[in-house]
């Protein structure tokens, strides 16, 4: 096993700045995960690190010794690929142990091996089977024992669930984080699900256009988001946003909103008292607001607003309604008990405690 550390990481594609002054710690034995939209540089950064591409500046760091210049194949290092590679014309049995072959293990070593990965990914029973033959999850199992049976220090999936349904998807998250909990490897992961992400990381990186916007647990990097793009890109369904102006209402601090005046809870607002007059962007999340007839009982941060119905998305067990206030939109989302319909008027409260507050030229969070 082994850390994993990026510092001050530059890389370009002509005159494109592609990753952008990138540092990174990943610790030994971690589960961590690269996390934004598409072409924000994740899978650049895995490459990198794999040694398939280049850096142009910056030091890649695998236990304290430098890697930029080393080999690939040196590097102690396994990638299952998003499309897992393998190859058609060979049984699973080979298609796992061509690694080792490659390095030219013995016999006793591969069968050892075998042995051992087989039932790690439960695929006892399908060592004659070509490619062809089995489901998107056991060839995605496949790619990955291959990689395991190398013994690397660091293991790189890049996206290896993407192609499977969301029923596979769920089972193979379960079986990752097993896998992880009983070999122990350090795991760099790349996603654009967030669902991945919070499910099966020890922390995340959240990365936008080659920078990296927030480092850490998944339950911080949901309560507080340390920039706009966090709050957006973490959660489902994504935070509401209201720009307004921090001000002092009848002896309360809150934020002065196109919707009306947004109360902020007593525990918050010494760290704005010195901003009176400031503007800030203000994120709060769809289970942050609630339905009148969903609250017993008002808390004293709470802050009501009348807002019609525009849209009613059923999610199953809950409803996502889209509700309008002139020019804004806020999200929240109902029990299936309740039956809302576009046009009607309902009255919501906004949890003052719940409120996350950026600087609208920044986009940093400020309190």
């Known amino acids: ?80 690929f998003q499309t897992y590679a393998l190859f058609p014309h060979m049984t699973v049995r080979e298609n796992i142990l061509f690694g080792l072959k490659i390095k030219k293990a013995s016999v006793a070593t591969m069968t050892q091996k075998l042995q051992w990965v087989l039932p790690l990914l439960d695929l006892i029973g399908l060592e004659n089977r070509l490619p062809r033959e089995l489901s998107g999850g056991q060839r995605q199992r496949i790619a990955l024992a291959r990689a395991l049976v190398l013994d690397p220090d660091v293991l790189l999936l890049d996206e290896p669930l993407s192609n499977l349904d969301a029923a596979l998807r769920e089972m193979a998250m379960e ?116 339905y009148i007839e969903h609250r017993a009982s008002r808390r004293s941060s709470d802050s009501n607003f009348e807002l019609f119905v525009e849209l009613v998305e059923v999610l199953g067990d809950r409803s996502l309604i889209v509700g309008r206030l002139g020019d804004v939109v806020l999200r929240f989302l109902i029990t299936r008990e309740a039956e809302l319909v576009p046009d009607q008027k309902v009255l919501v409260f906004i949890d003052g405690r719940k409120l996350h507050l950026f600087d609208p030229d920044t986009s940093l969070a400020i309190c």
């Open 1 to 80: 096993m082994a850390d994993v550390v990026l510092r001050n990481i530059r890389k370009r594609f002509g005159d494109t700045t592609i990753i952008e002054n990138f540092s990174l710690d990943i610790r030994d034995g971690e589960f961590v995960t690269l996390l934004g939209p598409s072409g924000c540089g994740k899978t650049t950064l895995l490459r990198m690190i794999a040694g398939l591409e280049t850096i142009d500046d910056g030091d890649l760091l695998i236990s304290g010794k430098k890697f930029n210049t080393i080999a690939p194949q040196k590097r102690k290092i396994a990638m299952v």
């Open 175 to 290: 079986e990752l984080k097993r896998i992880h909990h009983q070999v122990g490897k350090t795991i760099i992961y790349v996603t654009h699900n967030q669902v991945e992400a919070m499910t099966m990381s020890e922390r995340i990186a959240i990365i936008n256009h080659g920078r990296l916007e927030q480092y850490d647990r998944p339950k911080t990097v949901y309560d507080t988001p340390r920039t706009v793009f966090s709050g957006q890109f973490i959660g489902s369904p994504p935070m509401n946003f209201i720009d307004g102006s921090i001000v002092v209402s009848q002896d309360n601090i809150g934020i002065m909103t196109a919707i009306g005046f947004v109360l902020l809870d007593r525990e918050r607002t010494p760290c704005v008292e010195g901003m009176i007059g400031r503007k800030v962007r203000v994120g709060i999340r769809p289970q942050h607001i609630s």
